[in-house]
C-alpha cells in the first residue's frame, strides 16, 4: 500500500488521526504489517504478551473474558479503523487484559508497544483518549477486577464464599405452624415435641407471627404471665422472607437490622423453611458478621469501645479483599446501629420508663447507610404528645436527658456525636411529632427563615415505634408533592454547591500541603448524593439509600439504563475508595480520618479512574445546572 493510502487509514483511526503530519510520517515507517489467513486465539487474558499496538486494516478482533467464576463475558467487537493492546501495554505492563479471537482474513499495522508509550507520554491527545477509553471500561467492575489482580489467599476465599453464596446452599429447618388462639402451654408443648425453637403462628393460611424460645422466657416465665392464655398474646408480629436466590449475606443483615432470630426462605413464591441467625453466622466462620455479634453481646461502654477500634482493620480488610463498597457499608451501618441500640437500652435503664411513645431515628449519612469513617453520626428523637396528662415541655425536658445521655455514653465509646450547622444544639433534635411536621411543612412550602437540611430527608428508623417515622415520612412526602417551586429550587442550590476536583483540561485539581497534593474526594461523592436526592424527592421516591434510588429512578423511566450504570459505578467507586483510605490514615498513618486523598500515592490505574469518574459527574452538574428553570417544573427523563 503506498504511504499516503496508510496515511490516510492513520487519519481515521482515532487517536492517530490527532498527530501532526511529520509524526505520521515517522509511525508509518515503524508499522509492520500482519495478516491472519484462519481464525485463531492471538491473545489468553492475563497470560500473552501484547506484541504491539495492533490498528485494524480489514476484518474483525472478537474480545472477551471469563469472570473469576468461570463466566464467559464478551466485551467488544473489533472492526476497521479500532485498537487493541493500549490498556494492556500501558496499564497492564504489557499482558494482555482481554482474550483476543481473530477473524480470517484479518490484517492489522502493529505499531511497536515501546514506540506506542512515547506517543502516549508525548501527545496529549492520545493522552487523552486512551485514560478516558479505559477509565469508561473500569467504571465495569468485572473488567476492573481484570486488571486490579489479587493473589488469592485463604481469607479471601473464605469472603469469596461468604459474599457470593446463596440462601439455597443453606439447609433449612421445617416450617412448625399453630393458631393464634392455642393456649401458650400448648404452644411450649408443641416447639418441644417438633424440636422446634421457633414457632409460625398461622390465621386464615397466612403467616401472621412467630415466637421462639426466648420470648416464652422473656414474656412468659420472666412475667408470671397466665399460660392459659393465648400464644397470639405474646407473639411478635415481624414475619421476614428472602427468596432463596437471595445471598446469604443480605439475610444476614437483613437479621441484624431487625433483631430477629428467625428468617422463612421462599422459592416460586412458597415458604419452604427456616434459616436461623445462628446457622448462617456458624457457616460463616471469622466473618464480619460475627464481629457485629460481638458488638449485641458486649455488656459495658468499655467492652463497646474495644470493639469499636477494631473496625478500620475490618473495614480495611474487606476492601482489600475486593468486598463489594454496598456490603461494607452496610456492615458498617449494622455495627452501628448494633451500638446505638445497645447504648439505648443502657440509658433506658438508667431512667424512669418513657412517658409517651418515641422512636430513635438515624439522618443523613447515617440515615442512607453510607457511613464514613470521619462523619459523625447524626441521630433525633421524635415523641408523641400527650397534653391531658404532659405538658410539651415536661416531656422535651425528658427526652433531651435520654438524649444527652446516649451522646455522652457513645462519647464513652468513642464515636463523635456531631455539633455542627445541622445540630448545633442537642435540643434540636429533640421534637414531637407535630414539631417535626411543622418543620417539614416549612421547608416544603418555603417558610421564610426556614433552611432547608437535606440531610434530614434521610431518615431511617433505629429505636422505638417503627409507626412514629412511618407516619413522619408519609407527611414530609405530602409536603414535598405540594411545595412550594422555591422549594425544589433550593434544594438544588445545594446539589451545586459542591467544588468537583478537577480542571478545565478534566485534571484532578489538588491543594498542595507540604509535600502532599490533596484532593476532596467528598465533593464529588455530595454532588452524587444530592443529585440523586433531588431527583428522588422531586419524583415521590421513598428510598433514602442513594444506590437504592438510583435503581428505582432507572425503574420509574426517570433515568436511562446507562446513566444509571454510569452513577451506580461511580458512586461505589468513590465511596470504596474513600472507606479504604479513610481506615489506612487510622491503622497506618495514626491519624484521623478525613476526606482529603494524597494524590501522589494513587496508582495510575486509581488516577485515570477518578479522571473519567470525575469528568462524567461534571458533565451530569452541568446538564442538572441547564435545565429549564432548574427542574421546577414536572418531573422528565434525564438524558
Same mark, same amino acid.
Given at each position: 500500500m503506498a504511504s499516503f493510502e496508510i496515511q490516510n487509514f492513520l487519519r481515521r483511526t482515532p487517536p492517530f488521526d490527532k498527530l501532526p503530519s511529520t509524526e505520521l510520517e515517522i509511525m508509518i515507517s515503524r508499522l509492520e504489517k500482519v495478516v491472519y489467513k484462519k481464525k485463531d486465539l492471538i491473545y489468553l487474558q492475563h497470560q500473552s504478551?501484547?506484541?504491539?499496538?495492533?490498528?485494524?486494516? @480489514?476484518?474483525?478482533? +472478537?474480545?472477551?473474558?471469563?469472570?473469576?467464576?468461570?463466566?464467559?463475558?464478551?466485551?467488544?467487537?473489533?472492526?476497521?479503523?479500532?485498537?487493541?493492546?493500549? #490498556? !494492556?501495554?500501558?496499564?497492564?505492563?504489557?499482558?494482555?487484559?482481554?482474550?483476543? @479471537?481473530?477473524?480470517?482474513?484479518?490484517?492489522?499495522?502493529?505499531?511497536?508497544? @515501546?514506540?506506542?508509550?512515547?506517543?502516549?507520554?508525548?501527545? #496529549?491527545?492520545?493522552?487523552?483518549? $486512551?485514560? !478516558?477509553?479505559?477509565?469508561t471500561l473500569m467504571l465495569d467492575k468485572r473488567y476492573a477486577n481484570l486488571v486490579i489482580r489479587k493473589e488469592q489467599t485463604q481469607d479471601a476465599d473464605t469472603f469469596e464464599r461468604l459474599f457470593s453464596r446463596r440462601l439455597n446452599t443453606v439447609s433449612t429447618r421445617p416450617i412448625v405452624t399453630c393458631a393464634p388462639d392455642l393456649p401458650i402451654y400448648m404452644a411450649a408443648q408443641l416447639m418441644e415435641d417438633q424440636k422446634t425453637s421457633c414457632l409460625l403462628i398461622e390465621e386464615q393460611d397466612k403467616l401472621i407471627g412467630y415466637i421462639t424460645d426466648i420470648v416464652l422466657r422473656n414474656e412468659v416465665i420472666a412475667k408470671k404471665r397466665d399460660v392459659d392464655r393465648p400464644v397470639s398474646e405474646i407473639m411478635d408480629s415481624s414475619v421476614f422472607r428472602l427468596t432463596q436466590n437471595s445471598y446469604i449475606h443480605e439475610a444476614i443483615l437483613l437479621m441484624f437490622n431487625h433483631a430477629i432470630r428467625y428468617m422463612i426462605v421462599v422459592r416460586e413464591g412458597d415458604d419452604i423453611g427456616l434459616v436461623s441467625r445462628n446457622d448462617l453466622l456458624m457457616g460463616n466462620g471469622q466473618s464480619p458478621f460475627i464481629f457485629i455479634q460481638s458488638f449485641r453481646m458486649s455488656h459495658t461502654p468499655e467492652e463497646l469501645k474495644t470493639k469499636w477500634v477494631k473496625l478500620p482493620e475490618v473495614i480495611y480488610q474487606m476492601s482489600d479483599l475486593g468486598v463489594r463498597t454496598e456490603i461494607i457499608n452496610r456492615v458498617i451501618s449494622s455495627i452501628m446501629d448494633s451500638v446505638l441500640q445497645k447504648v439505648i437500652m443502657w440509658v433506658l435503664d438508667q431512667l424512669p420508663e418513657p412517658p409517651v411513645g418515641f422512636a430513635v431515628m438515624a439522618i443523613g449519612n447515617y440515615g442512607r447507610e453510607e457511613v464514613m469513617l470521619n462523619v459523625t453520626q447524626k441521630f433525633v428523637v421524635v415523641f408523641q404528645e400527650d397534653a391531658e396528662l404532659f405538658k410539651l415541655e415536661e416531656l422535651r425536658s425528658y427526652f433531651t436527658l435520654f438524649a444527652q445521655r446516649i451522646s455522652d455514653k457513645?462519647?464513652?465509646?468513642? $464515636?463523635?456525636?456531631?455539633?455542627?450547622?445541622?445540630?448545633?444544639?442537642?435540643? @434540636?433534635?429533640? %421534637?414531637?411529632?407535630? +414539631?417535626?411536621?411543622?418543620?417539614? !411543612?416549612?421547608?416544603?412550602?418555603?417558610?421564610?427563615?426556614?433552611?432547608?437540611?437535606?440531610?434530614?430527608?434521610?431518615?431511617? &428508623?433505629?429505636?422505638? +415505634?417503627?409507626?412514629?417515622?412511618?407516619?413522619?415520612?408519609? &407527611?414530609?412526602?405530602?409536603?414535598?408533592?405540594?411545595? !412550594?417551586?422555591?422549594?425544589?429550587?433550593?434544594?438544588?442550590?445545594?446539589?451545586?454547591?459542591?467544588?468537583?476536583?478537577? =480542571?478545565?483540561?478534566?485534571?484532578?485539581? =489538588? =491543594?498542595?500541603?507540604?509535600?502532599?497534593?490533596?484532593?476532596?474526594?467528598?465533593?464529588?461523592?455530595?454532588?452524587?448524593?444530592?443529585?440523586?436526592?433531588?431527583?428522588?424527592?422531586?419524583?415521590? $421516591?421513598?428510598?433514602?439509600? =442513594?444506590?437504592?434510588?438510583?435503581?428505582?429512578?432507572?425503574?420509574?423511566?426517570?433515568? %436511562?439504563? +446507562?446513566?444509571?450504570?454510569?452513577?451506580?459505578?461511580?458512586?461505589?467507586?468513590?465511596?470504596?475508595?474513600?472507606?479504604k483510605y479513610q481506615s489506612k490514615q487510622i491503622l497506618f498513618d495514626k491519624t484521623a480520618p478525613n476526606n482529603f486523598i494524597d494524590s501522589t500515592n494513587l496508582t495510575t490505574i486509581e488516577i485515570v479512574t477518578l479522571k473519567q469518574i470525575f469528568g462524567l459527574i461534571d458533565e451530569f452538574r452541568r446538564g442538572f445546572k441547564n435545565l429549564p428553570l432548574r427542574m421546577l417544573g414536572k418531573s422528565r427523563d434525564i438524558e
Open positions: 504478551q501484547i506484541l504491539g499496538l495492533d490498528l485494524i486494516f @480489514e476484518g474483525e478482533y +472478537e474480545t472477551f473474558f471469563y469472570t473469576e467464576d468461570g463466566l464467559k463475558v464478551f466485551q467488544k467487537k473489533l472492526s476497521q479503523f479500532s485498537i487493541y493492546g493500549a #490498556d !494492556s501495554i500501558v496499564f497492564n505492563d504489557g499482558i494482555s487484559i482481554l482474550n483476543v @479471537e481473530v477473524k480470517k482474513k484479518t490484517a492489522v499495522y502493529r505499531v511497536p508497544a @515501546e514506540y506506542f508509550l512515547k506517543l502516549y507520554k508525548t501527545y #496529549d491527545a492520545i493522552y487523552q483518549f $486512551i485514560v !478516558s477509553a479505559f477509565g457513645l462519647t464513652a465509646v468513642g $464515636i463523635e456525636v456531631p455539633k455542627n450547622r445541622f445540630l448545633i444544639d442537642i435540643k @434540636e433534635q429533640i %421534637k414531637s411529632r407535630k +414539631e417535626w411536621t411543622k418543620l417539614y !411543612s416549612n421547608w416544603a412550602g418555603d417558610q421564610k427563615g426556614a433552611d432547608i437540611y437535606p440531610g434530614f430527608f434521610d431518615i431511617r &428508623h433505629l429505636y422505638g +415505634e417503627q409507626s412514629l417515622v412511618d407516619s413522619l415520612a408519609r &407527611h414530609f412526602q405530602k409536603a414535598i408533592q405540594k411545595s !412550594s417551586p422555591k422549594f425544589f429550587s433550593r434544594l438544588a442550590d445545594y446539589t451545586l454547591a459542591y467544588d468537583l476536583p478537577i =480542571t478545565f483540561f478534566k485534571n484532578i485539581k =489538588t =491543594t498542595t500541603k507540604g509535600d502532599r497534593e490533596e484532593f476532596d474526594i467528598y465533593q464529588a461523592i455530595g454532588v452524587l448524593v444530592d443529585f440523586t436526592r433531588y431527583f428522588s424527592l422531586k419524583n415521590g $421516591i421513598n428510598e433514602t439509600n =442513594t444506590g437504592l434510588r438510583l435503581k428505582q429512578l432507572k425503574d420509574n423511566g426517570v433515568i %436511562k439504563a +446507562e446513566v444509571y450504570n454510569d452513577l451506580m459505578q461511580s458512586f461505589y467507586y468513590l465511596m470504596g475508595m474513600s472507606l
